[in-house]
């Protein structure tokens, strides 16, 4: 017990102290001409509609979108790279890779996407001066452009997730399961699924919280073009509006640590139901 208390003092001071906070500042509220703080649900109340409601939603929208697609593309790259023939150099590569762009975010990855697919980005101009293709629409300042920027580091991240995961699906599960006239999908269906499920959704739930909480690549690609919630956080906690706003945007931050929450709720039951098959 003595051992973990190192542990519990960062849980406590990291994550509880700053969301207990939130959760009281959420219910203050600041009068903009004497300046005094008084107990209020304004704040509650505004982020359940009008621009706030629409920033949520942008939020889940393209959360859950990259989400679910660094998760598909993540675990088709995890699992060819373990099955190829040189798999050994390519996993190290692979992962090596994974590993540098999964961290690579903020505004020098917005400022890499500009200088090549931007509106004077190199392949651009490439392709529509010397080949005369246009870009069909796609706008890199939108919603499906800030998708694509999001899946740079969302798929490497989903890579370096999954792959212990795919690497503990012992190859006498598959050679038991053939022996006993199971085919490929009757395999998956009950003994690679259930064992991968834990560890897939909670790599989803990872890529989910990492698009959820993005703030530095879409405030450098989009500003404020696309509603999200982090960018109406730094709006509300620097008193752009309003005087007082902070409170705002500390209810706006309230929600999303409730967001997430409700997210990992989800995943541990999703485990708790896995682990009793096991058993």
Same mark, same amino acid.
């Given at each position: 017990?003595?051992?973990?208390?190192?542990?519990?003092?960062?849980?406590?001071?990291?994550?509880?102290?700053?969301?207990?906070?939130?959760?009281?500042?959420?219910?203050?509220?600041?009068?903009?001409?004497?300046?005094?703080?008084?107990?209020?649900?304004?704040?509650?109340?505004?982020?359940?509609?009008?621009?706030?409601?629409?920033?949520?939603?942008?939020?889940?929208?393209?959360?859950?979108?990259?989400?679910?697609?660094?998760?598909?593309?993540?675990?088709? @790259?995890?699992?060819?790279?373990?099955?190829?023939?040189?798999?050994? @150099? &390519?996993?190290?590569?692979?992962?090596?890779?994974?590993?540098?762009?999964?961290?690579?975010?903020?505004?020098?990855?917005?400022?890499?996407?500009?200088?090549?697919?931007?509106?004077?980005?190199?392949? +651009?101009?490439?392709?529509?001066? +010397?080949?005369?293709?246009?870009?069909?629409?796609?706008?890199?300042?939108?919603?499906?452009?800030?998708?694509?920027?999001?899946?740079?580091?969302?798929?490497?991240?989903?890579?370096?997730?999954?792959?212990?995961?795919?690497?503990? &699906?012992?190859?006498?599960?598959?050679?038991?399961?053939?022996?006993?006239?199971?085919?490929?999908?009757?395999?998956?269906?009950?003994?690679?699924?259930?064992? @991968?499920?834990?560890?897939?959704?909670?790599?989803?739930?990872?890529?989910?919280?990492?698009?959820?909480?993005?703030?530095?690549?879409?405030?450098? @690609?989009?500003?404020?073009?696309?509603?999200?919630?982090?960018?109406?956080?730094?709006?509300?906690?620097?008193?752009?509006?309003?005087?007082?706003?902070?409170?705002?945007?500390?209810?706006?931050? &309230?929600?999303?640590?409730?967001?997430?929450?409700?997210?990992?709720?989800?995943?541990?039951?999703?485990?708790?139901?896995?682990?009793?098959?096991?058993?």
């Amino acid at each position: 017990m003595l051992g973990a208390l190192p542990f519990f003092l960062y849980v406590a001071v990291f994550l509880l102290l700053p969301i207990g906070v939130l959760a009281v500042e959420a219910f203050r509220s600041t009068d903009p001409v004497t300046f005094e703080e008084t107990w209020s649900t304004a704040s509650i109340e505004a982020i359940t509609g009008g621009a706030f409601r629409r920033a949520y939603i942008g939020s889940l929208q393209l959360s859950g979108i990259t989400a679910v697609l660094g998760a598909v593309l993540g675990l088709a @790259l995890a699992v060819a790279i373990l099955r190829a023939r040189r798999g050994r @150099l &390519l996993r190290r590569l692979v992962l090596t890779a994974s590993g540098v762009l999964a961290n690579f975010g903020g505004i020098p990855l917005a400022f890499a996407f500009l200088a090549t697919i931007g509106n004077a980005g190199v392949v +651009t101009a490439l392709l529509s001066d +010397t080949l005369g293709i246009g870009t069909g629409g796609f706008s890199l300042y939108s919603m499906t452009g800030l998708a694509l920027v999001y899946l740079y580091f969302l798929v490497p991240l989903m890579v370096l997730t999954i792959v212990p995961a795919l690497e503990a &699906l012992r190859p006498q599960w598959r050679e038991a399961a053939d022996n006993l006239g199971a085919s490929g999908w009757q395999y998956w269906r009950y003994i690679g699924g259930p064992v @991968l499920a834990p560890p897939v959704i909670g790599a989803t739930m990872l890529l989910f919280a990492s698009a959820f909480a993005a703030y530095a690549t879409a405030k450098a @690609l989009v500003g404020s073009s696309v509603p999200l919630v982090t960018l109406q956080i730094a709006d509300a906690l620097s008193s752009n509006v309003v005087v007082g706003a902070e409170n705002l945007g500390k209810a706006l931050a &309230l929600g999303m640590v409730l967001v997430v929450g409700l997210v990992m709720v989800f995943y541990a039951w999703v485990q708790r139901r896995t682990q009793r098959w096991l058993s």
